[in-house]
């Protein structure tokens, strides 16, 4: 019927000729259209395979039922039967520690290990390309501590590189030496003092996608001078006839790049970060060796997913080995590589489990990034389906990310059970008991993060300093 009174409204307009006005007409009705098939497929999904919600507690179940084509959410519920939703965010509640109290579910406790997080809104690693020599300054102890006073229950810093031929751009932050110890111990500190944000620091190595300019000079175009050698597990550039062709890793390059993470993992246990994470997500170092697109090794460490996880699996041993027992470790992981024979999220599903297998306590589910050519499926919470099958298929807690941009959005998947936590890329967060007031970025949907976000006020990219980019 909607497609009726369209075409009709179209056909009786005078505006333009008639092919025009049908591309009009397709162009308008297309998108619906996708939203239609998307709800459609997600419902499908929902139903065929049942097996991984059975689990769930009654009113979690039930709810996942309703909310399954994520058309319909917490708010909508809401409307139509507020006692049913009281009763939900009661059992929510329970379930998190929190008896005898309808809670949203976004202001919900989570705990990991010894580590009680306050509620389920964290900050998304967002690389500023601001650091002088891989350390952090004024500029990252305002970054930071602007949204921890926001009140966010989890704030991931920036991928933190292991070693200056470890970093993405010269502008990178790093923990390789006692100066940058020192001021991320600063940043933690503030951090603390600020309020009951807890904060987490993501390691990596960007591998084939290092030596790179500032992102505002040009995302992914190599440095014309002052660069250093790529390494990965395969000689493939990032970018074809552009990029730096990385050298293929020796077993000594492991071994260097491993006592890297766990030198790296000692320094952010004496800075005090609360929670310990591995980047092997977006086509950087460990992520590279996880995908069959960027890994083609012939040795142990090619080919099957047992053999393609097999390095990043010693790099994240080793690193739990290091930290304190007590706190936990997430992983951040490219849940589909959207592009031919790369991993899907069933493949990320058994990749998980390694890592489950392995000690970590969360499992940060994104996707993509891994190869240029990659031609991904965007939509309102694309990447949600991701992390609602890695967890209910194996019973794992996840963060779940991607063009969730509203309170409800974070309450739906709460409730639902698609996810524990929810990573925002929100520039701030003033969030107070029972109230939340997210300003999401204004960045393309389709821009995948990539994009700067510059200040109205701001003239040209040398007026402001720290464009974030999603990594």
């Not at 409204?9 to 005078?14: C, D, E, G, K, N």
């Not at 290092?210 to 440095?223: H, I, R, S, V």
């Not at 552009?242 to 000692?266: F, W």
């Not at 509203?406 to 003033?430: Q, Y």
Request: aromatic share 8%.
């Amino acid at each position: 019927m909607e497609d009726a009174i369209a075409l009709a409204a179209v056909l009786q307009s005078t505006d333009g000729d008639v092919p025009t006005r049908l591309a009009r007409y397709q162009a308008e009705r297309e998108v619906e259209a996708l939203k239609l098939q998307s709800a459609a497929r997600n419902r499908m999904t929902w139903f065929e395979h049942v097996d991984r919600y059975v689990d769930l507690p009654p009113q979690q179940f039930v709810f996942s039922l309703l909310t399954g084509s994520q058309r319909v959410s917490h708010a909508n519920q809401r409307l139509r039967d507020p006692a049913y939703i009281a009763g939900v965010d009661r059992a929510i509640a329970a379930q998190s520690g929190v008896p005898d109290r309808a809670v949203p579910p976004m202001f919900t406790p989570f705990r990991l290990r010894h580590l009680t997080i306050p509620n389920r809104v964290a900050v998304s690693p967002m690389c500023m390309y601001s650091a002088q020599d891989g350390t952090p300054d004024d500029f990252h102890l305002v970054h930071y501590g602007s949204r921890a006073t926001g009140g966010a229950g989890l704030m991931f810093t920036e991928m933190t590189c292991v070693g200056p031929e470890a970093r993405i751009t010269p502008g990178c932050t790093g923990l390789w030496n006692d100066v940058q110890e020192a001021a991320w111990k600063r940043v933690v500190g503030f951090v603390h003092r600020a309020g009951s944000t807890k904060i987490a620091l993501q390691l990596g190595h960007a591998g084939r996608k290092g030596a790179t300019k500032l992102a505002w000079e040009g995302a992914d175009q190599p440095l014309p001078a002052g660069g250093w050698e790529l390494i990965a597990p395969s000689p493939l550039p990032y970018l074809p006839g552009t990029s730096q062709v990385p050298r293929t890793m020796t077993r000594a390059d492991m071994d260097a790049v491993l006592a890297a993470h766990v030198a790296a993992t000692k320094r952010a246990a004496r800075c005090g970060f609360d929670l310990l994470e591995l980047h092997c997500a977006h086509g950087y170092l460990l992520s590279s060796f996880l995908s069959p697109l960027t890994n083609r090794r012939a040795d142990a460490y090619g080919g099957s997913i047992d053999a393609r996880c097999k390095f990043p699996l010693e790099v994240f041993a080793a690193m739990r080995a290091a930290w304190p027992t007590e706190r936990p470790m997430s992983v951040r992981l490219s849940a589909h590589d959207w592009a031919p024979d790369g991993n899907t999220g069933d493949e990320a599903v058994e990749i998980a489990r390694r890592f489950q297998a392995a000690g970590v306590d969360i499992v940060h589910v994104s996707s993509g990034q891994v190869v240029k050519h990659e031609r991904p499926v965007y939509g309102r919470m694309f990447q949600v389906p991701l992390s609602d099958q890695i967890r209910n298929a194996l019973h794992v807690p996840t963060i779940a990310v991607g063009n969730i941009f509203e309170a409800d959005h974070v309450n739906t998947i709460i409730a639902a059970g698609r996810a524990d936590l929810r990573a925002w890329r929100g520039r701030t967060w003033p969030i107070r008991t029972g109230r939340c007031t997210p300003r999401p970025s204004r960045a393309s949907p389709t821009c995948r993060g990539r994009c700067s976000t510059t200040p109205a006020s701001s003239s040209s990219s040398a007026t402001w300093r720290g464009r974030p980019s999603w990594r």
